[in-house]
Structure formats: structure tokens, C-alpha cells
């Protein structure tokens, strides 16, 4: 069993998160897959985000705002 530092985008709402999670890789058939603190992690940020507790979120992950750059053409 090995452990892979990555990144998972969370959105919610106006908002995207990039949460820092460790990826376990082994031989089953389920690899790769986040410890369940990773998962509980990515619940929070997704919860912070909803309530618009951007603080709480920026604690955890990397936090942007989304807005549009244009408008699709008809």
C-alpha cells in the first residue's frame, strides 16, 4: 500500500475549494481512495462553502470565487 499527495476540486455554489488529500493506492480494485479523515475533509469544506463560512473553508483548502467571463454565443 502507497500513499499519493494530491489535490480534489470541491464546488459549491460561487465557490471551488482545492482540498489537499492523500490518495491510497493498493491492489484492489477500489484504488485509488481517500482515508475516511480525507473524505470527512472534503463534507467540511463542502458544508463551509454552502454557508458561505469562507474562513472555515480557507483553513482547509485553497478557496476561489467563480464568476463568468463572458456569455455563450446564441
Do not use: N, Q
Amino acid at each position: 500500500m502507497s500513499h499519493r499527495s494530491g489535490m480534489k476540486l470541491v464546488r459549491e455554489g460561487a465557490y471551488a475549494a482545492d482540498v489537499p488529500v492523500d490518495f491510497i493506492e493498493d491492489e484492489t480494485g477500489w484504488s485509488p481512495y481517500l482515508s475516511p479523515a480525507d473524505a470527512y475533509k472534503l463534507d467540511d469544506v463542502r458544508k463551509a462553502l454552502r454557508e458561505g463560512d469562507l474562513e472555515a473553508a480557507a483553513r482547509l483548502a485553497r478557496v476561489f470565487r467563480l464568476e463568468p467571463v463572458g456569455s455563450a454565443a446564441p
